[in-house]
T-cell receptor, first 114, second 113 residues
């Protein structure tokens, strides 16, 4: 019954590799997000999709490519992983992109680059 | 652009102490304001929210009032418990900005028995 689920929970890989993180929500929301949280707990928006359309694309290296096959899924593919990509990546969703709707977060994917 | 400034942590309190975590914001429009809580190893969870000036959000003994005149949304709880130990994030979301949220840097609270 998990509302926003991410896989994998942990990801340990070598520098230079390509990896993907998957996210699914069963809340019927139409807006989904990817956030990056660094070791100091700072949280930064990366991307947001509304009805499968990209609506927020922050200053993120183009090695990061989101894909939304449908409203319930938002995946994140990362090419040529670098040491600085080590972080916790959170997927979130909300009902609509409007201001009053809170976001529901997954439990995060802990990415460690060796 | 929008910004959220939170009281720096970490904050350490004894059980049953009074908690205040300050939050002030800068926004061009009329944002909704939120407090989220993150327990160790988990994602953020909505704690409370307020969508217009003078609204008070409350949940689990926590309260925050949307003060437009001081652009603040301070989080308070009268008597904290060990189980309240977590990281607390203040956030704003503007309806005009395609749903983009701006988060504060988080405040780590530790409550000791």
């Amino acid at each position: 019954d998990t509302a926003v689920s991410q896989t994998p929970k942990y990801l340990v890989t070598q520098m230079g590799n390509d990896k993907s993180i998957k996210c699914e929500q069963n809340l019927g929301h139409d807006t989904m997000y990817w956030y990056k949280q660094d070791s100091k707990k700072f949280l930064k928006i990366m991307f947001s999709y509304n009805n499968k359309e990209l609506i927020i694309n922050e200053t993120v290296p183009n090695r990061f490519s989101p894909k939304s096959p449908d409203k319930a899924h938002l995946n994140l593919h990362i090419n040529s992983l670098e040491l600085g990509d080590s972080a916790v990546y959170f997927c979130a969703s909300s009902r609509g992109a409007g201001g009053s709707q809170p976001q529901h977060f997954g439990d995060g994917t802990r990415l460690s680059i060796l | 652009g929008d910004s959220v400034t939170q009281m720096e942590g970490p904050v350490t309190l004894s059980e049953e102490a009074f908690l205040t975590i300050n939050c002030t914001y800068t926004a061009t429009g009329y944002p909704s304001l939120f407090w989220y809580v993150q327990y160790p190893g988990e994602g953020l969870q909505l704690l409370l929210k307020a969508t217009k000036a003078d609204d008070k959000g409350s949940n689990k003994g926590f309260e925050a009032t949307y003060r437009k005149e001081t652009t603040s949304f301070h989080l308070e709880k009268g008597s904290v418990q060990v189980s309240d130990s977590a990281v607390y994030f203040c956030a704003l979301k503007e309806g005009s900005n395609a749903g983009k949220s701006t988060f504060g840097d988080g405040t780590t609270l530790t409550v000791k028995p």
